[in-house]
Structure formats: structure tokens, C-alpha cells
């Protein structure tokens, strides 16, 4: 079953303004990741977000955590054709079953028109 | 250093026939999955294996086999092909972490389009 589940499916946005995606996750995790995926490309790590972090930067990337809420966002700013792609959350579930595997959501396929 | 390679990239079986797509990582990775993409299901995780000569069962297991013969290779066997197994399928390798069960960043390879008719 899928652990996570991003929001909203489809995103399409004009080159220059910011890119918000959610993320809900059903049960504890150890971290919560962000991975890109170009059309016909294989997945991209793009940030790792422990569970006791609350907030992560990687450039033009901004990754929040709020476990109360089994939550996430990732925010793209000022956003470039290049980005246009599907971005994935994946979850790294704890304990038990889970350990070692990422469960993947569905994606946000984002549009970026220049 | 070319990551995470998959063969063959596409490949079209009639019902009934079977297959092994393999994997190669090169980065001396302990973990290695595989993962089939469907069209509006996300990723879902087949089998998986935490080191040379061990494998488990992930989400989807049924009508796959796998092989964890040597470290640098994963291979996934489909014995019996059915339609239901048209997919994507991706390999993915990741580190030994330090914490025990905590899975780190995964590294994938580009993908293998398969057909079954």
C-alpha cells in the first residue's frame, strides 16, 4: 500500500514563481525523501529529511517535516522550464516491516511554461 | 562511473514466455531493489536485498523471482509472463547505513520498459 501520497497531482506554474508539493504519510518514519523523475528517466534524489528535523535547503529547494501531522512539503522557488518533471516523497517506515525499503507516493507531475 | 545500469532497456514477451532483467551498480553498494511504475500507482517495491546472497519480498512479489549472486548484481526472473506485468521496472542500489534499518538516498538506474502481450 502506498505510505505516502503527494498533493496535488498535476501542478503547472509560469517560469519564475514558486512550486509547492505536499506530502501525507500514514505511519512513523525514520526519514522522508524528495526524488525527481524527467519523462523516461529514472528517479533523482533530490533531499533527505530525518524525523527529527524540521527543516532542510538544498539550493533553490526548501524541504519541511512536521511528523505531528505526517506531513511534508517541498518548495521550488523561482522556478525554470528545466524543473517541468514528477517529484516523488518517499518514506523510510520504522520500525519493523518497513526497515530498509522507501515506499514511494503516486507523484506531482509539475509544469514549468517559460 | 556509470551508477546503476540496467539490461536489456526495452522488451516485448508473449504470454507464458520468461525473462531476467539484471541490474549492475558499481558503487559497491550493500542494498538493491526493484521496483516495477505503473501509470498512476507511484513506485511499488517487488524484492530487495540487504547484501550479497540474501533477498526479501517487498510490496508486489507475485509472478517474480530474484538473484543476489554476487554484490554488484540484482537480478529480477519473471517466469511465466502475464499482461498484468506490463510495466516500468527500475533497479535502485543504496549504502549500508550506520543505523540499523534507516534506508538512505537510493540511486536508480534508468529504467526497463517491458511489454507483455
Known amino acids: 500500500s502506498q505510505q505516502g501520497e503527494e498533493d496535488p497531482q498535476a501542478l503547472s506554474i509560469q517560469e519564475g514563481e514558486n512550486a509547492t508539493m505536499n506530502c501525507s504519510y500514514k505511519t512513523s518514519i525514520n526519514n522522508l525523501q524528495w526524488y525527481r523523475q524527467n519523462s523516461g528517466r529514472g528517479l533523482v534524489h533530490l533531499i533527505l529529511?530525518?524525523?527529527?528535523?524540521r527543516e532542510k535547503h538544498s539550493g533553490r529547494l526548501r524541504v519541511t517535516l512536521d511528523t505531528s501531522k505526517k506531513s511534508s512539503s517541498l518548495l521550488i522557488t523561482a522556478s525554470r522550464a528545466a524543473d517541468t518533471a514528477s517529484y516523488f516523497c518517499a518514506t523510510d517506515a520504522f520500525p519493523g516491516a518497513g526497515s530498509y525499503q522507501l515506499t514511494f507516493g503516486k507523484g506531482t507531475k509539475l509544469s514549468v511554461i517559460p | 562511473n556509470a551508477g546503476v545500469t540496467q539490461t536489456p532497456k526495452f522488451r516485448v514477451l508473449k504470454t507464458g514466455q520468461s525473462m531476467t532483467l539484471l541490474c549492475a551498480q558499481d558503487?559497491?553498494?550493500?542494498?538493491m531493489y526493484w521496483y516495477r511504475q505503473d501509470p498512476g500507482m507511484g513506485l511499488r517495491l517487488i524484492h530487495y536485498?540487504?547484501?550479497?546472497?540474501?533477498?526479501a519480498k517487498g510490496e508486489v512479489p507475485d509472478g517474480y523471482n530474484v538473484s543476489r549472486l554476487k554484490k554488484q548484481n540484482f537480478l529480477l526472473g519473471l517466469e511465466s509472463a502475464a499482461p498484468s506485468q506490463t510495466s516500468v521496472y527500475f533497479c535502485?542500489?543504496?549504502?549500508?547505513?550506520?543505523?540499523?534499518?534507516?534506508?538512505?538516498?537510493?540511486?536508480f538506474g534508468e529504467g526497463s520498459r517491458l511489454t507483455v502481450l
Open positions: 535502485a542500489s543504496s549504502r549500508r547505513t550506520l543505523t540499523s534499518g534507516f534506508t538512505g538516498e537510493l540511486f
Open positions: 536485498s540487504v547484501g550479497e546472497g540474501t533477498t
Open positions: 558503487m559497491n553498494h550493500e542494498y
Open positions: 529529511i530525518r524525523s527529527n528535523e
